[in-house]
């Protein structure tokens, strides 16, 4: 399939924060979005990233705490509804959304796409629908970001059951196709998911934040324990780094992009 890689905004953050051993230097976690074409069901977003309406939804108490946490550098021209020109297409066009996980800087574009089916797994959805206030900010989830109709439009994932992946288990195929294939990465948030796909440039795993950085998986390295504040199971994600790396192995010629990885950022980002 057909797939580009989009640039929604960016947080900063200290690189020893994001990766145990890091080095105490700021750096720039982008948040990507992959649009793909498919055959027959037409555009499809991984994510909408970042948006304007997060500056709104932190702009008060308790919600403020998210942008004191993950300064925010967000502009309207870098919202996914805002580059579709570039492909001749609109937020009509666009018939799935498949949402890794709730955080907000996964959904915040999820009310510009109106037609849209969202597609997302049932745990990752129960485990914040009903959150507010602070349960939510602890989860990174900003219930204002939600679209009203989501529950009318939405299709809810149950527990995967597809052809295991090494490391990663079982899976789901979306369309029965074999061009999207869904897959489990636990620890981060409840029931996140990425996406392995096979593009022009050869078969990529979208991974979300399974990682935040590429060498965490090459060195198995978990996050500073501090991102527990905001990791939903702090075990899953120190073994999601390490199923990733196993993965990795198994197959070395599938591309993982993180979704916030600096140095992934930099080398899919300058491609023409």
């Known amino acids: 399939m057909e797939c580009h ?34 055959p027959e069901h037409g555009p499809i977003l991984f994510d909408t990233g970042y948006a304007p309406r997060i500056l709104r939804a932190t702009s008060r108490f308790p919600n403020r705490f998210y942008r004191w946490i993950t300064p ?10 805002s580059q ?7 937020a009509r066009d666009i018939r799935y959304v498949i949402i890794s996980h709730f955080h907000a800087d996964h959904i915040a574009g999820l009310r ?8 997302a797994t049932r745990s990752a959805y129960d485990d914040v629908v009903h959150r507010r206030g602070l349960s939510a900010l ?9 679209p009203p109709d989501f529950d009318r439009r939405s299709r809810l994932l149950p527990a995967f059951t597809g052809e295991p992946l090494p490391g990663l288990g079982p899976t789901c195929d979306l369309f029965g196709d074999g061009a999207l294939t869904l ?22 795993l979208f991974a979300a934040d399974g990682c935040w ?12 324990p501090l991102t527990a504040i905001i990791a939903d199971d702090m075990h899953a994600v120190r073994a999601t780094i390490s199923n990733l790396h196993t993965f990795s192995h198994a197959y070395p010629d599938v591309r ?17």
Request: aromatic share 6%; hydrophobic share 40%.
């Open 112 to 119: 510009d796409f109106r037609r849209a089916t969202f597609v």
């Open 72 to 81: 925010l550098h967000v502009h309207a021209e870098d919202s996914v509804v």
């Open 256 to 272: 993982i992009v993180p979704c916030h990885c600096p140095e992934t950022f930099s080398r899919v980002m300058s491609r023409p």
């Open 138 to 146: 602890r989860r990174a989830f900003l219930h204002q970001l939600m």
């Open 213 to 224: 950085m590429m060498q965490q998986v090459r060195e198995q390295r978990p996050p500073h």
């Open 5 to 38: 890689i989009l640039d929604t905004g960016y947080t900063s953050t200290i690189e020893g924060l994001i990766m145990r051993g890091g080095r105490l230097r700021r750096v720039e976690c982008h948040s990507i979005v992959a649009l793909l074409m498919h």
């Open 84 to 90: 579709l020109g570039r492909w001749g297409l609109t």
């Open 183 to 204: 897959v489990d990465l636990p620890g981060h948030a409840h029931g996140q998911i990425g996406m392995l796909v096979d593009t022009g440039e050869g078969r990529t």
